[in-house]
């Protein structure tokens, strides 16, 4: 598990189990029913050895519960949800807790009185034999997206899922919120990847659409439904993931450059060149300065005010072909390539979400957007002065995934009486610009209030008519992607 990120402000009661546990009808013999289920070992109440399960990454939100259970199979989880049932438990499934939302932790408060269990997927980490002709492998919910990667490599294959938290996020982690990450330009985001799915429903039954026929039509795609469902719908014990051919060779490239239209138009050029973009991520002085005080890099000698990370394949001497694309692009200051992976190249990039965390004096306000790429240079810029109000100052450091049009404003510095103020002036630019409010991280509870800035009535209506089908007692992750 990562460690959170800096302290956090506590914006709920206090952390850990309830101190009014025993107000929980049926709290102790549910508890002694799952010990029964998974082993003593793994029905954890110890307050301490619950802490890191209660707080997530970014240190904002901070949880209460009964107990984590750490069952190790699907059949340990569809027994320890029917148990659950039988006194109305709420349920909050938990993978790496890298998610950047809060959606993966339980509430903070306890105004009701049912119990409250955290399902962790830490021992689900089985990786079946890879489909090497089908293309596609099972994993348990648990396996990290570096393992499941490490598995496909070993065959000459690639996971389509890849992102920074790599060593710690987890397969029912990126399905549950349909990750996008550093390849989605490439591959598109998870429910791309998702073949099939396994999955505990709200009264204990398992469902199980696992197919790897590349035609299959019957019916509604609940493997799809599932994904980005953010814990709401079902827990998910087991995927069956789509497996790439990764190229035979790549060249990353990192440019300093003027403007932000300068990396659209050098991703445009690529493209209509023949070569394969496989990453194409921005930067700004802000960010690389930053992560540079940290330690890191500098990935070209002479500064510029945006730098873009872009990474392409493509058949012949793609090097020769880089060289020659950056030499023709416009408002290039310096530029540096390597041969892929080139992970020292990429370590600037990688190093925001950790050094931005650690260089906030309070939790960082992360808003992770999108808008259309025409309108990507004028929202930097909109963006880029959000904190220049002196009612609300903040420092605001963006970077994204340029290539889909997917900024992460990163805000430090925030007052916690100005957390709302500053998020409504951010979604208010992105809206303006017809973007999204949430690109990839999902709505978790950080962004609940928000969401009829994303989604129309009937919209809100119909997700909220599935929740209520899978789940009528709202017992799965409550409070998160609904209020
Ligand atoms: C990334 O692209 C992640 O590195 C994290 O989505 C973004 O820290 C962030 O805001
Ligand atoms: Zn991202």
Known sequence: ?????????????????????????????????????????????????????????????RGQADAVLRPRTTDEVSRAVVECAEVDAEICAQGGNTGLVGGSVPPSDRAGSRPRIVISTARMTDIDDVDVIGRCVGVQAGATVEAIDARAGAVGLAFGVDLASRHSATAGGVVATNAGGIRMIRRGNTRAQVLGIEAVLADGRILRRWTSLVKDNVGYDLPGLLTGSEGTLAVITRVLFRLVVPPRASIVAVAAIDRVADAVELIGTAASRGLTVEAAELMTEAGIALVAAHGHRRPTAASGPFYVLLEVSGPGDVESAAVELLQGAGGLIDAVLEPGPARALWGAREAHTETIARSSVTPVVKLDISVPIRALAEVFDELGAVGDRNDSPCRPVLFGHVGDGNIHVNLLDVPPDRVDDLTDRVFGIVTAHGGSISAEHGIGRAKVAWTHLGREAADLATMRAIKGALDPRGVLNPGVLFA
Do not use: K, Q
């Open 1 to 61: 598990m990562p460690s959170p990120g800096p302290d956090g402000i506590d914006i709920g009661p206090g952390l850990g189990p309830a101190a009014d546990a025993g107000r929980r009808p049926g709290l102790d013999r549910l508890l002694s029913r799952l010990r029964h289920i998974v082993g003593d070992a793994h029905v954890v109440t110890d307050p301490d050895a619950m802490a890191g399960f209660l707080i997530d990454w970014t240190g904002r939100h």
